[in-house]
């Protein structure tokens, strides 16, 4: 599936690059420009990026799901990351207008 369509990246690359950047270093902090860089790609509408967030919380889950980390530790971050970004408004509109157009 294409989840950056000013891009062109594919939502395996996004979790191949994810699971890369956490086989380098399982407990570093990955943010969507952490991945559009290991991509060699910028943002450019920036639309994309809560999707991208999102691909990076499941993907982290599963890959420490199934590492030797304790569960605890990981559930309550992944649970704390959550909470904030229901906190601070990631489920609004990324501030467009319902005359907003894409095209």
Same mark, same amino acid.
């Given at each position: 599936?294409?989840? *950056?369509?000013?891009?062109?990246?594919? +939502?395996? +690359?996004?979790?191949?690059?994810?699971?890369?950047? $956490?086989? &380098?270093?399982?407990?570093?902090?990955?943010?969507?420009?952490?991945?559009?860089?290991?991509? /060699?790609?910028?943002?450019? *509408?920036?639309?994309?990026?809560?999707? =991208? =967030? +999102?691909?990076?919380?499941?993907?982290?889950?599963?890959?420490? /799901?199934? #590492?030797? &980390?304790?569960?605890?530790?990981? =559930? #309550?971050? $992944?649970d704390r990351v959550r909470e904030l970004r229901g906190q601070y408004g990631s489920?609004?509109? +990324?501030?467009?207008?319902? /005359?907003?157009?894409?095209?």
């Amino acid at each position: 599936m294409l989840a *950056c369509h000013c891009n062109l990246i594919t +939502e395996k +690359e996004i979790e191949d690059t994810i699971i890369g950047l $956490l086989e &380098a270093d399982p407990w570093q902090l990955i943010v969507p420009a952490k991945v559009y860089h290991a991509l /060699s790609r910028r943002g450019r *509408c920036c639309g994309c990026f809560p999707n =991208v =967030v +999102e691909t990076i919380i499941r993907v982290t889950e599963n890959y420490h /799901s199934r #590492s030797d &980390a304790a569960g605890d530790d990981i =559930v #309550s971050h $992944l649970d704390r990351v959550r909470e904030l970004r229901g906190q601070y408004g990631s489920r609004r509109h +990324e501030r467009r207008t319902t /005359s907003h157009r894409a095209a």
